[in-house]
């Protein structure tokens, strides 16, 4: 008889839990369920159901359909999981990966030379079990907003013509939860390099042109007077 392997990757959350289905399966009289070649259950006709190590109390296997299910899951459940039973017509075997949700995370800025403002994002909390494979930032922007992405997933630019009175929006994210943070632009910037100075800057010209102006009208008055 061949076999043809099928492997999964699944995702469990901490303190959850999870549920291998398998494929193709055909009521047998014997199943055994294995972890890296260590027996995690085990059921025949003859003895029953019984459950080893970590596991007892902890699993429930369906001798109908073979799917086997690990309640109340921590780190030390992670791994390869293979069922064997003559009732397998496909070798199924899952990678089980435990996964916690992400702490909220803190979000940072910073004002460059050019007026510009460098966003970061970053898990702080101590303790917590960060994989970067499984990590994912991403960031939401106003459309009065300028962003570009940073050097990094956890970076972002902001451009310094846009509206500084916004929020962005930082998230964290991995297969099986997500979190986010905002930050206030306006606390990026001194206060008198908000948008009520960009304003600022935009209506000075027109009044020292009106300034120069009335001046020069003034002083072709009183030349105008005193030739009279």
């Known amino acids: 008889?061949?076999?043809?392997?099928c492997s999964q990757e699944?995702?469990?959350?901490?303190?959850?839990?999870v549920t291998f289905y398998?494929?193709?399966?055909?009521?047998?009289t014997e199943i055994i369920w294995k972890k890296?070649?260590?027996?995690?259950v085990e059921w025949d006709t003859q003895s029953g159901l019984e459950a080893f190590q970590s596991f007892k109390d902890r699993v429930y296997l369906d001798i109908g359909s073979g799917n086997l299910t690990i309640t109340r899951l921590t780190k030390s459940d992670e791994g390869l999981y293979?069922?064997?039973?003559?009732g397998v017509r496909n070798k199924s075997e899952f990678h089980l990966k435990v996964i916690a949700p992400p702490p909220s995370p803190s979000t940072f800025c910073s004002l460059?030379?050019?007026g510009n403002i460098t966003l970061t994002c970053e898990i702080m909390e101590a303790g917590y079990d960060i994989d970067?494979?499984?990590l994912q930032y991403s960031w939401e922007c106003p459309p009065t907003v300028q962003c570009h992405r940073g050097l990094s997933p956890s970076e972002a630019y902001v451009l310094k013509k846009s509206d500084l009175s916004q929020n962005v929006q930082c998230i964290v994210s991995n297969p099986l939860f997500r979190t986010s943070a905002s930050i206030s632009l306006s606390t990026c910037v001194p206060e008198d390099n908000t948008r009520h100075r960009y304003v600022l800057f935009a209506i000075l010209p027109?009044?020292?042109c009106g300034l120069l102006f009335l001046k020069c009208f003034l002083g072709r008055r009183r030349q105008l007077n005193l030739g009279a």
């Open 36 to 40: 890296e070649k260590n027996k995690v």
């Open 82 to 86: 293979e069922l064997e039973s003559p």
């Open 1 to 5: 008889m061949y076999f043809i392997s």
């Open 112 to 114: 460059s030379d050019d």
């Open 206 to 208: 027109a009044v020292i």
């Open 132 to 134: 970067g494979n499984l």
């Open 10 to 17: 699944i995702y469990g959350a901490m303190n959850g839990n």
């Open 22 to 28: 398998v494929s193709k399966f055909q009521p047998s």
